[in-house]
C-alpha cells in the first residue's frame, strides 16, 4: 500500500521533524510529524485515527514562529512499525487558505533546501 501511496502523491513529501497538536472532536492528542508536501503530511503515532476523520491541526517549525493551523483528513494509516516506516497517519490538508497555503510551501521550501543542502 505505501508504494501505491506514493504513487498516487502530486507533490514530493520530505522528512521533518515537527511537533504537532491534533484534535478530532473532544480528542487531543501530540505527535511528530515526520515528512511533509505542501499538499499534506505524515505524523508518527500510535494514536490512529480512522480514514475519513477531519482532524484540527496546529504546527510550527519553531518556537518563535506563529502556529500554522490547519484542517486536514486522515487519508490512510498503519498499525504497524516496519523497516521503512512508523505507525502513524497520512493527513491531507482539506480547507487550507491562501495565507495559510502560503506558509506551509514557505515551510516545505525550507526543509527541502536543507535536505539539499545536507546531500551535499
Do not use: C
Request: overall charge negative.
Amino acid at each position: 500500500m505505501e508504494t501505491e501511496t506514493r504513487e498516487r502523491r502530486s507533490e514530493p513529501r520530505h522528512k521533518t521533524h515537527l511537533e504537532v497538536d491534533y484534535a478530532a472532536d473532544s480528542t487531543f492528542m501530540y505527535a511528530y510529524i515526520t515528512d511533509i508536501s505542501s499538499t499534506g503530511i505524515f505524523v508518527g503515532t500510535e494514536e490512529l485515527q480512522p480514514v475519513g476523520t477531519i482532524l484540527q491541526l496546529r504546527f510550527s517549525p519553531s518556537s518563535e514562529s506563529t502556529p500554522i493551523e490547519v484542517e486536514g483528513e486522515v487519508m490512510w494509516n498503519t498499525e504497524r512499525a516496519t523497516e521503512d516506516a512508523t505507525p502513524g497517519m497520512g493527513i491531507r490538508f482539506t480547507d487550507m487558505g491562501e495565507k495559510t497555503r502560503l506558509r506551509v510551501l514557505e515551510i516545505v521550501r525550507k526543509i527541502a533546501y536543507l535536505a539539499d543542502e545536507s546531500d551535499n
